[in-house]
Structures are given as structure tokens and as C-alpha cells.
Nanobody
Framework: QVQLVESGGGLVQAGGSLRLSCAASGRTFSSYVMGWFRQAPGKEREFVAEISASGGSSVKGRFTISRDNAKNTVYLQMNILKPEDTAVYYC???????????WGQGTQVTVSS
């Protein structure tokens, strides 16, 4: 079992930056693939970024994902934010070869124009 808690969301002006954090419980954090997803009002949840246990990453767009296994934390650095980035951002974890099965409660990001 992995429990995930996101933080760092908030209101920011267009062009600004935010860094989201996701703190994970459990002793096997370093073995999980960690991801960020987002869901805007009236839209389906979409993939944002993913980072493997070894640090290899896949990112959609202008964001950067990183992890600190010593702190059981994964980060999402979001730069040059746009109003269309407004959404609830979710952290998720999965075992290699499986679908994401552990999810955080989400953190709201609102970008004003």
C-alpha cells in the first residue's frame, strides 16, 4: 500500500511558476513509477508526466518531473503557466508493468489570465 499526499497548488498569474510536491508513505517508494495527472472542469483526467524508479522521465509539455527517494517525494515543476493549465493535479504510483493504482487526493492549480 502507498498513500500519496499532494501539496503546492494555488492561484498564480499566467506566466508564473509553481512546484507541486507529492509525499508518499511506505518503504518501497523508490521502486514505484510515479506520475502526475490533471483534470480540468468538464474534461477527462489526462497524463502530465511520469518518472521511473531509475529517474527516466516522460513529460507532456512545459513541465519537469523529478523525485527524491530519500524523502519519498516526487515533484512537478510547472513553468510559464497558462490559464489552460488550470486543473486539479493528482499524484499517482504504480508498479512496473501495471496500471496506476495508488492516487492522491489532488491539489488545485488555478492560473489567472
Amino acid at each position: 500500500q502507498v498513500q500519496l499526499v499532494e501539496s503546492g497548488g494555488g492561484l498564480v498569474q499566467a506566466g508564473g511558476s509553481l512546484r507541486l510536491s507529492c509525499a508518499a508513505s511506505g518503504r518501497t517508494f523508490s521502486s514505484y513509477v510515479m506520475g502526475w495527472f490533471r483534470q480540468a472542469p468538464g474534461k477527462e483526467r489526462e497524463f502530465v508526466a511520469e518518472i521511473s524508479a531509475s529517474g527516466g522521465s516522460s513529460v507532456k509539455g512545459r513541465f519537469t518531473i523529478s523525485r527524491d527517494n530519500a524523502k519519498n517525494t516526487v515533484y512537478l515543476q510547472m513553468n510559464i503557466l497558462k490559464p489552460e493549465d488550470t486543473a486539479v493535479y493528482y499524484c499517482a504510483a504504480r508498479v512496473i508493468g501495471r496500471h496506476y493504482e495508488y492516487w492522491g487526493q489532488g491539489t488545485q492549480v488555478t492560473v489567472s489570465s
